[in-house]
């Protein structure tokens, strides 16, 4: 799995290829963790940006860690 930077904006993630989310519990014991469509933010905005303003619905943290979901990659031997 790759580890994209959390500085990307949307408009960087969706040049890879991603239209979707992953947001994770900022408390990894919890790691309650939900997919959600990208879609609703706009090209400008940095998935850092909205982190903070997620709160976990199992243990109740506020912020998050927020990741894109990765596309299979495109390999082969062409
Ligand atoms: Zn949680």
Redesign the pocket.
């Known amino acids: 799995m790759q580890d994209y930077p959390t500085k990307i904006t949307f408009d960087d993630m969706r040049e890879t290829g991603a239209t979707r989310i992953i947001v994770f519990?900022?408390?990894y014991r919890?790691?309650?963790n939900v997919t959600m469509d990208a879609a609703r933010w706009p090209d400008e905005m940095r998935l850092s940006d909205i982190e903070p303003k997620f709160r976990?619905?199992?243990?109740?943290?506020r912020g998050s860690n927020i990741r894109s979901v990765d596309v299979p990659p495109r390999m082969g031997t062409g």
């Open positions: 519990c900022k408390d919890c790691s309650h976990c619905t199992v243990c109740g943290q």
